[in-house]
């Protein structure tokens, strides 16, 4: 079956510092990957839709200067939180579109991202 | 753009009763539905999904959904609840390409079972 991996699984970093989590496909190449963002007791917000070799589609209110993505293979997509704050910290998840046979949305474990 | 509705925020179930979890969406074309599970502090498990044919779709661990066009739903239903289905439950409606091939979500339903 389709598996996403995400790295790291949680992180704590100083304000004002720069985390990088990654997403990857293992088994399957994915042009069109999403980033989602979910808050404690709430639901995923859709960030951003990152394309392979292109860039990213960035939702309404989200900052694509603070929320660097790259996605520069048909496996990897990258999310870097620049200059983190504490209002930053949250609980980052990742999805993968597999296209063709076995359509569908893979998601990888998500990303606890505490900054202090 | 689509969206999805999920009414109830909480519901507590009996160990061994059925369930049934709300869903409504709106999206212009025919939807793409999915039903995922979250344990706290995890990523999402795919329980089932519809893209056509049969309105009933059978999924993983004994859960079913019903695509209903007329009423713009896509019910989730398990005959027999197990405590270890308690976790959080969230119905995403997936646009085509035109629109981006978008996943959105509900805000979700947290079900817990007692014994």
């Known amino acids: 079956g389709a598996v996403v991996s995400q790295h790291p699984s949680w992180v704590i970093c100083k304000s004002g510092t720069s985390v990088k989590i990654e997403c990857r496909s293992l088994?399957?190449?994915?042009?069109?990957m999403f980033w989602y963002r979910q808050f404690p007791k709430q639901s995923l917000m859709l960030m951003a839709t990152s394309n392979e070799g292109s860039k990213a589609t960035y939702e309404q209110g989200v900052e694509k200067d603070k929320f660097l993505i790259n996605h520069a293979s048909l496996t990897l997509s990258t999310l870097t939180v620049t200059s983190a704050h504490p209002e930053d910290s949250s609980f980052y998840i990742c999805?993968?579109?597999?296209?063709?046979?076995?359509?569908?949305?893979?998601f990888g474990s998500g990303t606890r991202l505490t900054v202090v | 753009a689509q969206s999805v509705t999920q009414p109830d925020i909480h519901i507590t179930v009996s160990e061994g009763a059925s369930l049934e979890l709300r869903c409504n969406y709106s999206y212009g074309a025919t939807p793409y539905l999915f039903w995922y599970v979250q344990s706290p502090g995890q990523g999402l498990q795919l329980l089932l999904k519809y893209f056509s044919g049969d309105t009933l779709v059978q999924g993983i661990k004994g859960f079913e959904a019903e695509f209903k066009r007329s009423q713009s739903s896509f019910n989730l239903r398990k005959p027999s609840v197990h405590w270890s289905d308690a976790a959080e439950y969230f119905c995403a409606v997936g646009a085509t390409l035109e629109y981006g091939n978008k996943l959105v979500f509900g805000a979700g339903t947290i079900l817990r079972v007692k014994s």
């Open positions: 999805s993968a579109l597999r296209q063709g046979r076995g359509y569908g949305y893979t």
């Open positions: 088994d399957f190449q994915a042009t069109t």
